[in-house]
């Protein structure tokens, strides 16, 4: 959670680039997705942590309150979801995928959108699901119906498996509803389910995609 004094507000979907520099002057970048809703100067980013990165490990292990940051932002105009629309929403992620549609229910709860949304969430397991608690008390006391897909380990009775046609068809909105759609995650889950939305006939303009490295979902 960071206080960024002078923020100048954000879409949810934006991204930050944060920026560690070294005593040395060594500096490295990476890009992280805003988790929280646009309402005030304070930023949520949800970091997984890479074993050898450069940054991650820093921002999860040795930060501390107080701490200085740099941070470039918000980034990024075109995978946002405005307050204001009216059409159902579908948010389908892959692992920490999830980061920025979270930022999206977020920003639906605050404006006191009535707009229906449905999240299809592909994780290895049920201990990888990330804002689990939050998932489930939205689900239950907003228009959000959530369908968690499992790819390495299931709870009981629930079989394991990726996404595909059939769960397309039994958990996102059907095409005629012309649902905005935002996909993200790894490169391959974006894309086969990108392709699965577009073969069930929605049309591949209103299907938005942001992608990034494996995890292995």
């Known amino acids: 959670m960071l206080d960024v004094p002078g923020w100048p507000g954000h879409q949810a979907g934006q991204h930050v680039d944060v920026k560690l520099t070294a005593e040395d002057g060594y500096s490295a970048q990476r890009s992280y997705s805003i988790a929280s809703a646009p309402d005030g100067i304070r930023l ?5 942590r890479i074993a050898d990165g450069e940054v991650s490990p820093y921002l999860t292990e040795a930060l501390e309150p107080g701490d200085p940051l740099e941070l470039r932002g918000p980034i990024g105009g ?8 009216v059409a159902p ?17 977020r920003a639906h709860a605050v404006s006191n959108s009535k707009v229906p949304v449905r999240l299809i969430y592909s994780v290895r397991s049920p ?35 990726r996404i595909n046609a059939g769960i397309i068809k039994a ?8 649902p905005a759609v935002f996909v993200c995650g790894p490169t391959g889950f974006v894309e086969t389910a990108a392709d699965l939305l577009v073969a069930a006939g929605h049309d ?11 995890t292995g979902v």
């Open 171 to 178: 958990a996102a909105w059907p095409p005629a509803a012309s």
């Open 89 to 105: 929403l579908l948010l389908v992620a892959g692992g920490s995928g999830v980061v920025p549609l979270m930022a999206m229910i």
């Open 204 to 214: 591949p303009a209103a299907v938005k995609t942001e992608r990034f490295g494996p």
């Open 78 to 85: 075109w995978f946002v979801w405005p307050p204001g629309s």
């Open 44 to 48: 949520e980013l949800t970091v997984q």
């Open 127 to 161: 201990a990888d699901v990330l804002y689990a608690p939050e998932l489930s008390e939205r689900s239950r006391e907003s228009p959000l119906e959530v369908t968690f897909l499992y790819t390495r380990a299931a709870p009981a009775g629930i079989p394991v498996g």
